[in-house]
C-alpha cells in the first residue's frame, strides 16, 4: 500500500486536466491522467487501498467529477485532508469515494508511517498515534452505504 | 429569529419553518442546467431513462457552449447525442452551439429567476445569485439522478456578509473588486459558504453583479447572493420576465453571519490574479510591463456587453499590438448582436482583434486559442489553473476587461489608467 501527499489547494485540474473533459468519461481513460500535470508518478505507481493525505481545500475549482471518480476506481481507500471543496466533496459522496476530513491526522503524519483506518469507530491511526474524525450525517451515509448516488436512486425509484 | 438570505430561501423550499446552518434539506430545484456534459450525463442513465422516463421536461437547460461548434468526431458525437435526447424527451430548454454560453443563456432567457433554487452541472452556475437565485453546482452523477427524481439534498451553509461602500474609481471595475475579495480570503476563504452583498448595492450595474457571482466559486462559495433592487427589477422585465413570476427573498437585519467583510469600492484599484492560482493577486502596478502573447476578452465572467463596450472604448483608434493575439468572445449571439450594433465588434475588429463565435473559447482549454509552452496569456475568465488552457507550460493571468484592452494594445501587462 502506498501513501499518496500532496499539498494545499490541489485543483481540479491537477487532479484531471480540464482538456480531457469531453474526450474521457471511463475509468481506462481517466486513470491515466490521475495528477498528470502535478505528480507523474500517480497514475504507474497508484494501487488498490492507496491513501491521500493532502492539505487543505483539497478538489477545488471545476464541478467535473472525473477526480473523484477516477480515485475512487484507481483504489484510493480515503482521501485524508484538512479540508476539501464543497462541490468535489459532495461528487465524492456521490461515487462513494471516501473523504475524511482530519487536520490532526493530516499534520502527524511523517512518511514511513503506518497508516490505518477503523471507519467504524471513526478514527485513523497514523505511526503510533490515534484521531478520531466526525461520521456522516444519515442522509449521506444512505447514499454511500447504497454504493452510491445512482444506485441510491434506483432504489428509491423502484419503491414508487 | 433573523435569518441569512440562504438560510429563508432553503426554508421556503424545504417547507420548514426554520433552518439552521448544517442541517440537511429536501429540495426540488426549478432547473438543472447542464452544457456539453449533458452527453455523459444522460450516458449513465439510459436504461433508466427508457424505464422512468425524464421527470419534468421543464427541469432541465441545456445549452451547448464548452466546445462549440466542434473540435473533433467526439465532440460532435457528444452534441449528436444530446440533440437526440432533447428530441425524445422534448426537453423544454434547449440551445444549441451559437446561443451562447450557458450561464449567460440562462439568464438572458428569464430562466434564473429570483427566488428559485437552480443546480447546475458547472460550478460557476453561482452566477444567478446575481438575480436572487439560490445557484450552486453539483457534478454529474447527481446532475443524472435529478432528471430521474427532481430532488435532491443541500446542507444549509452559513453565510458571509460583504458590505460594499461607495463607487468605482475610472478604470476600476467589478472584476477587480471581486479578485481582491478572492485575494483577501483565499480559495478556500469561503468555502461552504452562502456569501451575502449588502451595502451600496444600486452603484453595481445587473453585469457587474454577475461578473462578482460568477467568481464566488474561486473562494469555495457555494453561493452567492444579491437582493432584487430597481436595477434587477428592470433587467428582468427587459428580458420579458414579469414581477408575478418571481419572488424575492432577502436577508433580516441582524441574521448571524460566520464573518463580516467591508469594502470600500472608491480604495480599490486594478489588480490581477497571477500564474496559478486565483487568490493570488496582485496590483497591475506590481507586474506592469510584463510581456504578454494572448489577450482573452470573453467568458461568463466578461463577456458581456458592458465588457465589450468598455474593452472597445480603450481600443478606439488605436491597434492591437503584433506581437498580441487578441481572442474576442462575446458570451452570447445577443450580446454579439448588440455589440455589432453598437459598432464596437467593428472596432475591436478593425483594431486588430479576433472575433470569435459565441461560446467558452479557450477558457477550458479545449480549443480556439490553445497556448503554447512558455507563453502568457491575460484573460478575463476566471481561472489560470496550471494547463487550463491547454498547456501546462504557459501562464495565465487573469484580469478585467479594462486592464485586458489596455494591455493588448500595449503588449505587456498595463493600468488602464494609464491609457489615454
Ligand atoms: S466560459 Fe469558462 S468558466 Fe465559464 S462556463 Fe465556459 S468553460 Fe466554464
Partial sequence: MNIWRYGDDINTDMLFPGKYTYTCSTLNEIKPHLFEDLDPEFAAGVQTGDIIFAGKNFGCGSSREQPALGLRGAGIEAVIAISFARIFYRAAINQGLLLIECPDAVMAYQPEDNVTLQLEAGTISVGNQKFSFPTLPDEILAIRDAGGLLEYTREKLKLR | ?420
Fill in chain 2, 1 to 420: 429569529m433573523p435569518r441569512t438570505f440562504a438560510e429563508k430561501i432553503l426554508a421556503h423550499h424545504a417547507e420548514l419553518e426554520h433552518v439552521v446552518p448544517g442541517q440537511i434539506v429536501t429540495v426540488k430545484p426549478a432547473h438543472l442546467m447542464m452544457h456539453d456534459n449533458a452527453a455523459a450525463i444522460i450516458g449513465k442513465i439510459n436504461d433508466d431513462l427508457a424505464r422512468y422516463g425524464l421527470i419534468d421536461s421543464k427541469l432541465p437547460i441545456i445549452v451547448l457552449d464548452h466546445v462549440v461548434p466542434a473540435v473533433d468526431e467526439k465532440t460532435a458525437t457528444n452534441h449528436q447525442k444530446i440533440r437526440a435526447f432533447v428530441k425524445k424527451y422534448k426537453v423544454r430548454h434547449f440551445f444549441d452551439a451559437g446561443v451562447g454560453i450557458c450561464h449567460q443563456v440562462v439568464m438572458e432567457q428569464g430562466l434564473a429567476l429570483p427566488g428559485t433554487i437552480v443546480l447546475g452541472s458547472d460550478s460557476h452556475t453561482c452566477t444567478y445569485g446575481a438575480l436572487g437565485v439560490f445557484a450552486t453546482g453539483i457534478d454529474r452523477t447527481e446532475a443524472a439522478a435529478l432528471l430521474l427524481t427532481g430532488e435532491t439534498w443541500l446542507k444549509v451553509p452559513q453565510s458571509i456578509h460583504i458590505t460594499l461602500k461607495n463607487k468605482f474609481q475610472p478604470g476600476v471595475t467589478a472584476k477587480d473588486l471581486i479578485l481582491t475579495i478572492i485575494g483577501d480570503l483565499r480559495a478556500d476563504g469561503a468555502n461552504y459558504c452562502s456569501v451575502e452583498f449588502h451595502g451600496d448595492i444600486h452603484v453595481l450595474p445587473i453585469e457587474d453583479r454577475f461578473t462578482i457571482a460568477n467568481m464566488a466559486i474561486e473562494m469555495g462559495a457555494k453561493n452567492a447572493a444579491f437582493p432584487i433592487d430597481i436595477l434587477a427589477e428592470k433587467y428582468l422585465a427587459s428580458i420579458g420576465v414579469r414581477k408575478e413570476q418571481y419572488s424575492t427573498f432577502w436577508a433580516d437585519n441582524g441574521a448571524t453571519y460566520q464573518q463580516h467583510l467591508e469594502y470600500d469600492l472608491a480604495s480599490l484599484t486594478p489588480v490581477v490574479a497571477k500564474p496559478h492560482t486565483v487568490d493570488n493577486v496582485a496590483p497591475v502596478k506590481a507586474v506592469a510591463g510584463t510581456e504578454i502573447d494572448q489577450c482573452v476578452l470573453g467568458t461568463c465572467t466578461n463577456g458581456r456587453l458592458s465588457d465589450i463596450q468598455l474593452a472597445a472604448k480603450i481600443i478606439a483608434g488605436k491597434t492591437v499590438s503584433p506581437h498580441v493575439r487578441l481572442l474576442v468572445i462575446p458570451a452570447s449571439r445577443a450580446v454579439l448582436n448588440a455589440a455589432m450594433q453598437a459598432g464596437y465588434i467593428q472596432t475591436l475588429s478593425e483594431a486588430g482583434a479576433m472575433i470569435l463565435p459565441p461560446g467558452c473559447g479557450p477558457c477550458l482549454g479545449a480549443h480556439m486559442g490553445i497556448l503554447a509552452p512558455g507563453e502568457r496569456c491575460l484573460s478575463t475568465s476566471n481561472r489560470n489553473f496550471r494547463g487550463r488552457m491547454g498547456c501546462k507550460d504557459a501562464e495565465i493571468y487573469l484580469a478585467s476587461p479594462a486592464t485586458v484592452a489596455a494591455s493588448a494594445i500595449t503588449g505587456k501587462i498595463t493600468d488602464p489608467r494609464s491609457v489615454k
